[in-house]
């Protein structure tokens, strides 16, 4: 149908028995609708296309030619039919009505659900130029959630639907037809927007807490707590109204359906009820009507608004005079209905003659003693306690007559300082405690009660303390234990005090060295200054006892060494040289040095040590003939193998560094001799010929 018009379709010819030159044809074409698109060559019989053609409006035509003969007189007419079919060109494309569709589908319906059929039109008439293939694109990477049938062009779910995951899909739809050849395929497309529709198919759920709190002093209307449930449904489906199921059977709250708001509705007193237990329940509006309960504790606070009350308004007792600070007189007790903290009783004792001597314990109530009390002063005492909120009972406390005062020394601890060279059974300190009492309850002994580990004791008259056996600050340096004054009464009244002594040092340890043989080496040649060892000493003494000062006492004649003082650093103090003997070397490549370690004390006291130093050979000194030059006669005659000489060189160095190797380095070109590289010795390795060579000029090397 793409035929251009102009071009020639085809020629008619006439029968080859009907030919002859110069035969007068001519060629027509009957009128009719079939022959508005074609004409024909009246004298050639060329039919040509005069008129585009379209294989959509008529698809066959059918002409009739009328060939007229002038040969023939009269002329004679004949007539010829011709069918003309129109090839399909795909020269239309698949056509949507319209651009963009708008859909809606409830979000609860079943996978495989029909949503929408589309239906496209192609113009071409022939089967796969027209014929439509649908297929879906989306406008993201998320799940394909419809599924479209490639034939019929009918969308369907392909997953379940949730439009509260996804309200909404937006995809292509594209129509394409099945021409033969790819490259003339022609499509078509037209945006689709799914809108899933609500279904009420989520309950409402709570977000807020489960556990509210409210002090029992909040006025009426107070906000306690607001309550919050969400549903992700839209609409009356995602509306959310609240209501109290149960729990406030007293009418103590009230609840905002609308916005959750839960207030009180009348005063609170927790010592009545201190929680609340509210089962609240969450209504969406859809149809039918979901809903989600919550059961919200409410604690109610405690304020201090209760008094303590004491069980008893009066309190009667008696104490033994003459005990000890701490002697337990009563407890009393009080009650307070409030909570926590405000519940918690300080217990005090109000000002008042004699309140001094005592003391309440603040959480419990126990009253006890602070000083030994004395009928004779105070027999009777009136005393008022009270905890912290306006609530009072009065005490009266009776003292009874006992042995009523106990000795006393005259300071809590001592400390004294002694030689730790002081004589077994010297005294160090005499103590005295006094006790006011009279007869027995005035006499007043001594005694240690804690180990003194066999150095001390005391006399249990007199209060002297001495010493039972030798001291040695090294082993401890202090004792600390308590000496205790009793009376002779039955009930034995006693105090105690800290004694402290301090052992002071005597310089009676003798510096000791770690090792008293020590071995180090250096190589020679080294720089003056250079380090060698370091010595250490201890000394067990404390001070400048034990503080050590270092010194070289023999062996150092030539001063090749020296010492740091303070901290044992042996060091040189010349160049040494390993070849250079002396005289006050243990063997010609060793020192031996006497150390000596004193202390500070007076008088000083010292110890000795003794180092080897060992001096380590460098090479540093070349090999020596034993001749310079050595003249040898040989005849010419010596058979090969002969010796001839020997020569030999010295080398000062030790160990390997005077291991010496000979050679012949030049006038031996033609290998006449050898020499063994280890013994000097030479040896005929050729003939010799004095008419060839009177002389051989050899020279020798030693490495």
Request: aromatic share 8%.
């Amino acid at each position: 149908e793409n035929f251009k018009p102009a071009q020639v379709l085809d020629s008619l010819k006439w029968p080859d028995n009907h030919l002859a030159i110069n035969r007068k044809l001519h060629f027509s074409i009957a009128k009719d609708d079939d022959s508005v698109h074609f004409e024909i060559d009246s004298l050639t019989g060329d039919l040509f296309l005069s008129k585009e053609l379209d294989y959509e409006t008529a698809s066959h035509f059918l002409l009739q030619v009328i060939v007229k003969d002038y040969n023939n007189n009269p002329p004679q007419n004949n007539t010829v039919f011709i069918s003309v079919d129109i090839e399909d060109k795909n020269d239309h494309s698949p056509s949507f009505q319209d651009d963009f569709v708008v859909i809606g589908i409830e979000e609860n319906v079943p996978v495989g659900t029909l949503v929408y059929t589309f239906n496209a039109k192609d113009g071409d008439g022939s089967f796969l130029n027209s014929k439509i293939q649908y297929s879906l694109e989306m406008s993201n990477m998320g799940e394909n959630l419809f599924l479209i049938h490639p034939l019929y062009g009918t969308l369907t779910t392909a997953s379940p639907l949730d439009r509260e995951i996804t309200d909404s899909v937006i995809f292509t739809v594209s129509a394409s037809d099945q021409a033969i050849n790819l490259t003339d395929r022609r499509l078509d497309s037209l945006a689709v927007k799914i809108i899933i529709l609500d279904v009420n198919d989520n309950s409402p759920n709570f977000t807020s807490s489960s556990l509210s709190y409210v002090m029992e002093d909040a006025e009426v209307g107070f906000l306690v707590h607001h309550i919050i449930a969400k549903d992700p449904d839209e609409g009356r489906n995602g509306q959310v109204t609240y209501y109290i199921l149960s729990g406030n059977e007293n009418k103590a709250f009230v609840l905002d359906k609308i916005t959750g708001l839960l207030t009180t509705a009348q005063l609170l007193d927790r010592e009545i009820q201190e929680r609340y237990s509210l089962t609240v329940m969450a209504l969406d509006d859809g149809s039918p009507a979901l809903s989600a309960t919550q059961v919200l504790t409410i604690i109610v606070l405690d304020v201090n608004d209760e008094i303590p009350i004491f069980t008893k308004q009066l309190y009667e007792t008696a104490v033994h005079e003459n005990q000890d600070p701490g002697e337990f007189v009563i407890k009393v007790e009080a009650v307070d209905r409030d909570a926590g903290l405000n519940s918690l009783l300080w217990y005090k004792i109000l000002p008042g003659i004699g309140y001094e001597k005592f003391k309440m314990n603040l959480s419990s109530g126990e009253l006890v003693t602070t000083a030994s009390l004395d009928r004779e002063t105070q027999e009777v005492f009136s005393i008022k306690g009270s905890p912290s909120r306006s609530s009072t009972a009065q005490l009266y406390l009776t003292v009874l007559d006992e042995n009523d005062h106990s000795p006393l020394f005259a300071k809590p601890q001592y400390q004294i300082s002694v030689r730790e060279d002081l004589e077994e059974g010297s005294a160090i300190l005499d103590l005295y405690a006094s006790d006011e009492d009279d007869g027995l309850n005035g006499e007043v002994l001594y005694s240690l009660i804690d180990n003194t580990f066999g150095a001390f004791a005391i006399d249990s008259v007199t209060g002297s303390i001495v010493t039972t056996k030798a001291l040695d600050r090294e082993t401890k340096s202090h004792y600390t234990f308590r000496v205790v004054a009793s009376d002779c009464s039955t009930h034995l009244p006693r105090s105690t005090t800290v004694m402290t002594v301090l052992i002071q040092d005597v310089n009676d340890n003798v510096p000791k060295f770690e090792q008293s043989y020590y071995k180090a080496s250096v190589w020679e040649g080294q720089s003056p200054k250079m380090d060698i060892v370091q010595v250490f000493a201890t000394d067990l003494d404390s001070g400048l006892n034990g503080e050590m000062e270092y010194s070289i006492l023999s062996g150092n004649e030539n001063a090749t060494f020296l010492i740091d003082s303070a901290r044992g650093i042996l060091a040189t103090n010349t160049g040494l040289d390993h070849e250079n003997t002396s005289s006050y070397r243990e063997t010609a490549s060793s020192h031996h040095l006497v150390l000596l370690a004193s202390d500070c004390g007076t008088p000083s006291l010292n110890s000795t040590a003794t180092v080897l130093i060992t001096v380590l050979d460098v090479n540093d000194n070349a090999p020596v003939f034993s001749s310079p030059e050595y003249h040898v006669h040989v005849k010419e005659s010596i058979p090969i193998g002969s010796h001839v000489t020997e020569v030999s060189a010295n080398d000062c160095d030790a160990g390997t560094n005077a291991e010496i190797t000979y050679a012949i380095i030049s006038g031996d070109d033609r290998g006449h001799f050898r020499l063994d590289e280890k013994t000097g010795s030479m040896d005929l390795m050729k003939m010799l010929d004095y008419e060839d060579t009177m002389k051989f000029t050899l020279i020798i090397q030693a490495t």
